[in-house]
């Protein structure tokens, strides 16, 4: 009976009024999915923006092309970096449920701001025709600028909470210590870029659609609806929920307290027996053995936060800023040791802004029609490789990863660190071919004497599908790079940081839309001549993007033979499920 019960109960989970979770009462993939509808709906609401909010700012806001794509780059980015911020709050103070809820909320005023900003012409700059050459357009300032920024930011706050809690909460509903819960927790990561994916695909086209041809504010409008059905699904799941209890201190902030003890104690010399370096007695947390981690001989200059002062050290005295425990200690050199792989993905997330700023200025100059009477968005164009993956997701899921996992051993089929490279190879190929189609689109311009045309009003006789290849590469790219990631940060975090594992992959979207902003303004300034840039302007025709997505294709495949370099050479960490499966496969050989 009392080993009955042990079974029933989730180890350091709770139900919402507090008490401890019951196995198959609380979690599992039923709640999971409800979680899984929430990030639909979520993505729903927002992904129209990150394809669709350059043509915003441009044909509305009236800023020039370069600077509506800096403005959607700052947003995203902003969106992404405060996860970290997010997730520490959720962590140390609110908890993760708290923490996705108020988020949530956020994001709902937020798009609401937006529906009212866009209704009101008082609340927009005067009406003008940026495209047309003879006119002054009046960019948008005052407190009208000030509405806009202040829904946009409150928006990508609300969207830092969900990124940083939504899929830790999700993993949360899921057991790793039971066989069976554990490779339901894998497939759990490959469903969020389902649910990503299903709810893109009405974003792109019927959002999309409906602010292109009905009005932006019945676009944000349905946006707003979307993210309010989000909050109610995410909600009712309340009784059903595991709900991770607060852990009073973030795990960030004890991975910095490691930093900061080791620059206090840097004129300490090391003990020459590691065991002398500062750890807890392992009786007083028995049932949590992996709460303890085996030194290792690396980033030695981090030991140095783990030396004892006197014997009178002990758990109960000791200032977490002076001394830290040597699990803390190898905590904090499992995420230095992250870092490189984490910097080598950067570069992806500045690929794909392109994608979602100049290649939609492309398609708006192309013949956008499917049929005499239906003409598609250009911003609806990441409909293509997202309805592939739709189709290739359950397909790469439950019959790629079994098959290869059979002659790997390792239960996603192919290492973390092999998907990531597949996705770094695929991305550089995308930009070549961006490259390409934008010398074929101004060919045509050119030889029907179009490069003035305008936009929309006057498209040039070239499809815009001639774009889809570079968008279906990509989005092939984002299947194997991003979802690779994010098993990769999980399972590679000790147990401690796996709330905050997923920050990791959002940060480096962030530094890549932030590093497009930046280059963009570099290139610009380094090709400064009679035109003002590769980039300047409003007339894409005029400017040079085929030699800016070549450029990007160049840094791509340099960054992809650094990673080879540094994945190479990274060390898994103590009781990492790709040592545990290759030691297995060894066993089951012998």
Not at 69 to 95: E, V
Not at 115 to 134: G, K, W
Not at 310 to 333: F, H, I, M, P, Y
Not at 403 to 417: D, E, M, Q
Request: aromatic share 12%.
């Amino acid at each position: 009976m009392e080993m009955e019960k042990k079974v029933d109960f989730v180890e350091g989970k709770m139900d919402w009024k507090g008490r401890t979770a019951v196995k198959h009462k609380h979690g599992g993939m039923r709640t999971a999915f409800l979680i899984l509808a929430t990030f639909g709906f979520e993505n729903m609401a927002t992904l129209a923006l990150a394809v669709n909010l350059v043509t915003y700012f441009n044909g509305v806001m009236h800023f020039e092309i370069s600077d509506a794509a800096n403005q959607l780059t700052n947003f995203a980015g902003t969106g992404y970096i405060l996860s970290i911020l997010m997730a520490i709050l959720a962590d140390t103070f609110f908890g993760r449920f708290k923490t996705l809820l108020i988020s949530a909320c956020f994001e709902f005023v937020g798009l609401g701001l937006l529906t009212v900003q866009a209704h009101y012409p008082s609340l927009q700059p005067p009406v003008c025709n940026v495209f047309d050459p003879t006119s002054s357009c009046e960019k948008v300032t005052g407190g009208n600028a000030a509405l806009l920024f202040i829904a946009l930011y409150m928006l990508a706050a609300g969207a830092a909470g969900v990124k940083a809690t939504l899929p830790s909460h999700g993993a949360d509903q899921f057991e790793e210590k039971d066989p069976k819960e554990a490779r339901q927790m894998s497939s759990f990561f490959n469903l969020l870029l389902l649910a990503i994916c299903l709810g893109g695909v009405v974003s792109l086209t019927l959002i999309v659609w409906i602010q292109d041809n009905k009005g932006w504010d019945w676009g944000f409008g349905i946006s707003t609806i979307a993210m309010f059905l989000g909050v109610v699904v995410f909600f009712s799941g309340l009784p059903m929920y595991r709900i991770q209890a607060i852990r009073g201190t973030s795990a960030i902030i004890e991975i910095i307290q490691v930093y900061v003890a080791a620059v206090r104690n840097r004129n300490l010399t090391l003990p020459e027996n590691p065991s002398d370096l500062y750890e807890i007695e392992a009786d007083k947390e028995a049932s949590l053995e992996e709460e303890f981690l085996p030194h290792r001989p690396i980033f030695g200059f981090l030991d140095k936060a783990a030396i004892k002062r006197g014997q009178n050290d002990n758990a109960e005295s000791l200032n977490s800023w002076k001394l830290c425990r040597v699990t803390q200690v190898e905590n904090a050199k499992i995420i230095l040791g992250m870092v490189p792989i984490f910097l080598c993905t950067i570069i992806m997330t500045l690929c794909l802004a392109q994608l979602q700023t100049f290649s939609i200025q492309q398609g708006l100059t192309m013949d956008t029609s499917i049929t005499k009477n239906f003409k598609i968005p250009p911003a609806s164009l990441p409909i293509i490789p997202i309805m592939f993956l739709v189709i290739i997701i359950p397909v790469y899921d439950r019959i790629f990863v079994p098959l290869a996992s059979k002659f790997s051993g390792i239960p996603s089929g192919i290492t973390h660190l092999q998907r990531i490279g597949v996705g770094l190879v695929l991305s550089c190929i995308s930009m070549g071919v961006a490259g390409i189609m934008e010398v074929k689109r101004k060919d045509v311009a050119r030889d029907h004497n179009m490069l003035d045309a305008i936009p929309v009003l006057q498209p040039l006789p070239i499809s815009t599908f001639w774009l889809s290849f570079q968008y279906f590469i990509f989005g092939i790219a984002d299947m194997f790079t991003y979802v690779g990631l994010l098993e990769f940060f999980y399972s590679e975090a000790p147990k401690g940081l796996k709330s905050i594992s997923t920050c990791f992959l959002w940060s480096s979207m962030a530094l890549g839309y932030f590093f497009s902003t930046v280059l963009v303004k570099i290139v610009n300034a380094a090709t400064h001549g009679s035109n003002g840039g590769w980039l300047a302007g409003n007339n894409i025709n005029r400017n040079h993007l085929n030699l800016f997505y070549w450029l990007l294709s160049g840094m791509s495949f340099l960054n992809f033979f650094l990673y080879l370099f540094v994945s190479r050479r990274y060390k898994y960490r103590p009781g990492s499920p790709m040592l545990v499966s290759k030691d297995d496969k060894k066993e089951d050989e012998l």
